[in-house]
């Protein structure tokens, strides 16, 4: 009888078309084909429980690819993919789902993780409820929390980083990121963002250059793309606040707003290109489409409407400014009144703005048909300088390519002139009244003269 014990070696040879067949005389459990070497197996298959590298798992090569491994005490773990999870795990890590080559691989106690994609949640060890979707999505978290990144590379250099969404190829994708409660929705969006936090960025490259910016909105492709360190910033529209740096509490609305500001801050425009020229000023409002301030660098000041505004509503007529005496020191009376006034032209014209040409070289065929009332800033100017009363900035000059006139600061001048004609008037009425009060009392005489005459005679 042979000693079965003796290791041995069984070879079956199958002949050309033939099939290996394991079967009950009805139902066929395994088949092995010649002609193809494909191996069917026609009911199903058990694995135990995976508790090691030896124990249920199905190898691709020398790789594990396909196991449950749960430590002493854990359970819910499910990993798909050349070295997807590993064995090392402890009694922590539960209720992790790794699909893809090297997806959580690196996990030790981290639990309730989805990795899906080349590499994602790689080097994740004790984060938790992180969700990587996408190939190398949040490779380097290592312990931080409840994060989620979708799209190649989204999140993939944050390592300590918490509560963040990175949905985009390459989102939020900076080195050595720690920000913690950032969100960004579309490709290179907070690409480069480091510690910043509380950040909100929607659209291609918006926020791209964030790395310490904090509770920042950017909405639309490029919305805010060069921002670096400004903070509390709102824009929305296609390159809204494109030049940012570190401008802080700007607030752009329309494709383009406050396109150049760099640096300024306590700004607000709204309206397509509102804004778009001012760079370093700051605490001004635009309103308006092509709504632009006087200079670049202008500071408090508001603009209502672009070029093309030819009337200005509202319910009421004036509009009330601070007039405090407790906050106005050296009052006295204006020096100036109708002399100066004396001196103004107004002027009746038809606009005909250069920036409605191209190149800005007017030939005067868009000229206004309408004629309008006003002054020519140049003539207010001599006005103003000739009388030493620059100080009454009847001519804004910031832009010395566009001078703007302010007439409404001949208020109090006009007033004064009003006051001086009225004195003049009282001295008039009162030389008449006393020249009629002459009159009536030579009348009267000359009347008692000739009564006397009569009498006499």
């Known amino acids: 009888m042979p000693n079965i014990l003796v290791s041995q070696d069984i070879t079956m040879t199958l002949g050309v078309n033939g099939v290996l067949k394991i079967w009950d005389g009805s139902t066929a459990f395994f088949t092995l084909q010649q002609s193809t070497g494909q191996v ?75 990795g899906l994609g080349y590499g994602s949640l790689f080097s994740n060890n004790t984060g938790v409820r992180n969700t990587a979707i996408g190939s190398s999505s949040s490779m380097v978290l290592r312990s931080g929390n409840e994060n989620t990144s979708v799209g190649y590379y989204s999140l993939a250099g944050s390592s300590t980083g918490y509560n963040n969404t990175a949905i985009g190829s390459f989102s939020m994708t900076s080195w050595n990121n720690s920000g913690a409660y950032n969100n960004a929705v579309g490709s290179y969006s907070l690409y480069s963002i480091s510690t910043g936090y509380r950040n909100n960025s ?25 921002n670096t360190d400004g903070y509390e910033n709102t824009s929305v529209g296609a390159f809204s606040l494109l030049s940012n740096i570190s401008g802080l509490y700007n607030v752009a609305i329309g494709v383009s707003a406050l396109f150049n500001n760099s640096i300024g801050i306590h700004n607000t425009a709204i309206g397509w290109d509102a804004g778009y020229n001012l760079t370093t000023g700051s605490n001004n409002i635009i309103i308006g489409s092509n709504a632009q301030p006087t200079s670049p660098t ?37 020096p100036l009144g109708l002399d100066l006034i004396s001196k103004l032209r107004p002027r009746q014209f038809n606009w005909d703005k250069r920036e409605w040409y191209d190149e800005n070289i007017s030939d005067g065929s868009k000229t206004q048909e309408a004629p309008t009332a006003g002054f020519i800033a ?63 009392t030579l009348k009267n005489q000359n009347a008692v003269n000739v009564s006397n005459e009569r009498n006499s005679k």
């Open 40 to 114: 069917n197996l026609l009911k199903t298959i058990r694995l135990e429980n995976t508790t090691g590298s030896s124990v249920g798992v199905i190898y691709k090569g020398y790789n594990p690819f396909i196991h449950d491994f749960n430590a002493a005490g854990a359970f819910g773990n499910v990993f798909m993919g050349n070295n997807s999870g590993n064995f090392t795990m402890n009694s922590q890590a539960s209720y992790n789902t790794g699909i893809g080559t090297y997806s959580l691989f690196s996990n030790t106690s981290g639990y309730h993780n989805t």
């Open 202 to 226: 929607m659209g291609y490259q918006s926020l791209y250059n964030n790395s310490t910016g904090r509770y920042n909105t950017a909405i639309g492709d490029q919305a805010m793309l060069n």
């Open 298 to 334: 202008v500071s408090g000041q508001i603009t209502l409407g672009g070029g093309f505004i030819t009337q200005l509503r509202c319910n009421v007529t004036s509009i009330t400014s601070l007039s405090d005496v407790r906050d106005k020191k050296n009052i006295q009376d204006l």
């Open 378 to 440: 140049q003539e207010l100017d001599e006005v103003q300088t000739g009388a030493g009363a620059e100080w009454l900035n009847l001519v804004l000059k910031d832009n010395p390519e566009k001078w703007e006139a302010t007439p409404g600061n001949l208020l109090p001048v006009i007033v004064k002139a009003i006051q001086e004609l009225k004195a003049e008037n009282d001295k008039l009425k009162q030389r008449q009244e006393l020249l009629e009060e002459t009159i009536n």
